[in-house]
């Protein structure tokens, strides 16, 4: 009777240390990412025209940010044709922020006292555009763009907040489940083995 008693509490336990085991590794691979890119936050899709025909609406990018390095993606590296994210010098009207834009090097200045200063402009855009393409300084870069997956983003926006959230919860219910159900079958398969 203890046998059977101490393999039913065993099998519980298998089951959240699969379910931890899980969240685990999707934090370590955030972390890796976060590590890898750099940044935060490395994954932008674009949200407007104005860099067609290179970036579509729904491309997904990956940027990298090194920080004042000697990594190409460093603020300091960034050479004319380099496409990077970065947020608008402005604060848009409507919504009292910033906005984050996707767009291509045009131009590099000295400013005053030596620092450097960028000039956007999106590809389909007929000219920069003040207080959205520059001055763009350190603080505004977010990263240059190292990877595009076309229309990726479409399916990115659709699981946004809180719908990510609701997803990743019911797998893992699912999967708690799955595991459980799993449980109760090898403990049925051992009795009928053992009698």
């Known amino acids: 009777m203890l046998g059977k008693e101490k393999k039913r509490s065993s099998k519980v336990p298998i089951e959240i240390k699969c379910v931890i085991i899980v969240i685990i590794a999707v934090a370590i691979i955030w972390l890796g990412v976060r590590a890898v890119f750099g940044v935060n936050n490395p994954v932008y899709v674009v949200a407007s025209e104005s860099m067609v025909p290179k970036l579509k609406v729904g491309d997904m990018l990956l940027i990298k940010y090194s920080g004042m390095g000697s990594d190409s993606s460093s603020f300091d590296n960034l050479k004319i044709g380099d496409i990077i994210v970065f947020e608008s010098p ?24 030596g620092q450097r200063i960028i000039v956007t402009k999106g590809d389909a855009n007929d000219g920069s555009i003040p207080g959205v393409d520059y001055p763009i300084t350190v603080n505004d870069y977010r990263g240059k763009v190292v990877y595009v997956i076309p229309g990726v983003g479409l399916i990115a926006k659709t699981i946004s907040p809180p719908v990510n959230y609701i997803l990743i919860a019911i797998i893992l219910v699912v999967l708690f489940f799955l595991l459980r159900k799993r449980g109760i079958e090898q403990r049925k398969e051992g009795r009928r083995q053992v009698g």
């Open 90 to 113: 402005g604060v848009v009207e409507d919504t009292g922020h910033r906005e984050v834009i996707v767009h291509r090097v045009a131009e590099i200045l000295t400013g005053l006292h």
